[in-house]
């Protein structure tokens, strides 16, 4: 992870801002989500941005071209979920299953050092790391918090995010960016 509080990001602009999607599933749709194309081309691509993942993953990584089509059929399911959450509309059987498919394999493992600090036993599979984005999406979309994930309210940004702001009323990728834009076109109208 970038740091506490989110993902350093790029635009197509080339305006860099941070966007915090406030959970691990919702943070994997970055993987596709925000520019044309995929992100994760090849397995390097996808063993790189484990690393800079909410979870942490320091160590080995382990992926092969096989994981990158998984990732995809996760990613697909996880945005067609928020999508829908975000629009307060019911889910598709398809989207569950991929879900709890992914969830079925062993998660990474957890460690503790020496210093009391967590870390992961590794190497960490990308079917591992899948299987923990797959949990924490089931996590998100079975429980309560489910009402709150949200579209960004900029005029065509693709993001999605789990509003974790204490009154619930987030409703920017990132206040830099769409939040920003926004008060310029208030200010001028």
């Known amino acids: ?16 801002f941070r966007f915090d999607a406030g959970t691990l599933c919702l943070e994997f749709l970055l993987t596709g989500a925000i520019e044309p194309g995929e992100r994760l081309r090849e397995p390097a691509d996808f063993v790189a941005w484990i690393g800079r993942s909410r979870l ?6 382990l992926a092969g071209q096989g994981d990158l089509v998984a990732a995809e059929r996760l990613r697909g399911a996880i945005r ?3 999508e829908r959450a975000a629009r307060r509309e019911g889910y598709d059987t398809a989207d569950l299953r991929a879900l709890n498919e992914a969830a079925a394999a062993p998660p990474p493992v957890p460690v503790i050092g020496a210093a009391l600090e967590r870390g992961w036993s590794y190497p960490v599979t990308a079917t591992q790391f899948l299987s923990a984005v797959a949990r924490d999406a089931i996590e998100l979309f079975s429980g309560p918090l489910v009402r709150r994930v949200r579209r960004c309210a900029g005029e065509r940004c693709p993001l999605l995010f789990l509003d974790t702001s204490r009154p619930g009323n987030r409703r920017w990728c990132s206040m ?14």
């Open 176 to 189: 830099s960016r769409c939040g920003n834009r926004q008060k310029l076109r208030t200010r001028r109208a």
């Open 56 to 61: 942490d993953v320091e160590g080995d990584v």
């Open 80 to 82: 067609h979920l928020a």
């Open 1 to 16: 992870m970038d740091g506490a509080g989110g993902m350093t990001l790029t635009a197509l602009d080339g305006q860099r």
